[in-house]
């Protein structure tokens, strides 16, 4: 009885302690160091992240802030995700894209070849298995972040052209500014990656280094002044349908915040989410508008052999990193099934279809250049 009642204080006792602790928080504010992938003047891509301070700071009364640091303040873009997880600083604002080189899946989350638009991947966050499988990701490879989902950047065009796409055939050779998923399935069709920084493509084409790129959404293309270096811009933006932004917070960070602070930073990042997704569209639509009737770019459609073409190298494409990443096809596989209202499992029902063999020998695009996230704004 007597060891029964002492279990039963020590546990009333470490309840109490938590929640002083939280208590005391609470009361005197608690600031986290939050570096950006994207500058905070970047439309689309880094005012999101601005707004989140604001909110947070005014929906708290003050009791909880973020010291928003600009890219190359004390950290890199590409460093954000292992500074969060090791505790250098407390949280992070970025797109999992940039952490695919370590974690394969990651590119699903953020945004990848014909995968789902802004609303599909608010639905399958909500609604499906999208924010337990985001965590897992993270979870499985040992990394001590909570995230959570916080903005929609916009979807990407498809790409910058010195001449037209009159078949598919125009694209072998064609050197091309574009990493990732999206170079590799380009590289299936003949096009050369080349390695250029965001705020050089501009450059780039005026030396003819490149003859295509791919580059931002059309709001920062148009920020960054690529209509004055080449007039024929593609559609659709089939590379990256969408970019979905995450929030990282450091795992033992997130615990010591308390219910209170961890409920006001997941609603505000819900209504990020629903607001840029209205927002993004009507910013790109902008962007594009713009483009034909002020900048005197000509905005094409892809032909239909050149889509299907890009659609097929993506789906070999996936199926060859669904066999190197388990984690990637258990990913890619939900996200079909759950666009689909189909059952897991059911190869061949989406995009990716069944498992192929992969090819392990074929050269990886380049990676994106340090500081690529930093593109040039207004």
Same mark, same amino acid.
């Given at each position: ?7 039963? /204080? ?25 570096? /950006? ?21 005014? $929906? ?22 292992? &500074? ?14 940039? %952490? ?8 699903? +989350? ?39 989902? #916080? ?8 790409? %910058? ?12 050779? =064609?050197?091309?500014?574009?990493? *990732? ?27 003819? &280094? ?36 995450? +929030?990282?917070?450091? $795992?033992?960070? %997130? ?13 505000? #990042?819900?209504? =990020? ?28 459609? +892809? ?11 993506? $789906? ?33 029902? *989406?995009?990716? *279809? ?25």
């Amino acid at each position: 009885m007597r060891s029964i009642f002492f279990k039963a /204080l020590v546990a009333g006792g470490a309840t109490l302690a938590a929640f002083t602790a939280a208590s005391a928080a609470l009361a005197e504010g608690v600031t986290l160091v939050t570096p /950006l992938a994207f500058g905070t003047h970047v439309p689309g891509l880094g005012t999101p992240a601005r707004e989140l301070a604001k909110l947070l700071k005014e $929906r708290s009364d003050g009791t909880l802030q973020l010291d928003l640091k600009e890219p190359g303040d004390g950290t890199a873009p590409f460093e954000i995700l292992d &500074k969060v997880s090791d505790g250098k600083v407390d949280a992070g604002y970025a797109t999992a894209g940039y %952490w695919a080189a370590k974690l394969p899946a990651a590119s699903l +989350f953020g945004g990848f070849p014909f995968g789902p638009a802004a609303k599909g991947y608010l639905d399958w966050f909500n609604r499906g298995h999208g924010r337990a499988l985001y965590q897992e990701m993270y979870d499985q490879a040992k990394i001590e972040v909570h995230v959570i989902p #916080c903005a929609f950047g916009g979807a990407e065009a498809g790409g %910058w052209f010195a001449k037209e796409i009159g078949s598919k055939e125009d694209l072998d050779g =064609l050197r091309m500014r574009i990493f *990732g998923l999206g170079a590799r399935v380009m590289m299936r069709l003949g096009v050369v990656p080349v390695l250029v920084p965001g705020s050089q493509i501009a450059a780039a084409f005026d030396d003819g &280094k490149i003859e295509a790129a791919e580059a931002y959404t059309p709001a920062v293309d148009r920020a960054n002044g690529l209509q004055d270096a080449v007039k024929t811009l593609y559609e659709p933006g089939w590379n990256q349908p969408a970019t979905v932004f995450e +929030f990282l917070i450091n $795992r033992d960070r %997130w615990a010591a915040l308390g219910p209170e602070h961890q409920s006001l930073i997941e609603s505000t #990042c819900g209504e =990020l989410l629903q607001r840029t997704l209205a927002e993004s569209a009507v910013l790109q639509s902008a962007a594009l508008t713009a483009f034909a009737s002020q900048d005197g770019v000509e905005i094409l459609t +892809f032909p239909d052999d050149v889509q299907e073409a890009l659609r097929e190298a993506w $789906r070999e494409i996936a199926r060859e990193e669904g066999v190197r990443d388990y984690l990637f096809k258990e990913v890619l596989d939900d996200i079909e099934t759950f666009q689909t209202g189909g059952e897991v499992g059911n190869e061949g029902d *989406g995009e990716a *279809g069944g498992v192929a063999e992969a090819n392990a020998d074929e050269p990886m695009p380049p990676a994106p250049p340090p500081g690529d996230a930093t593109p040039v704004g207004p």
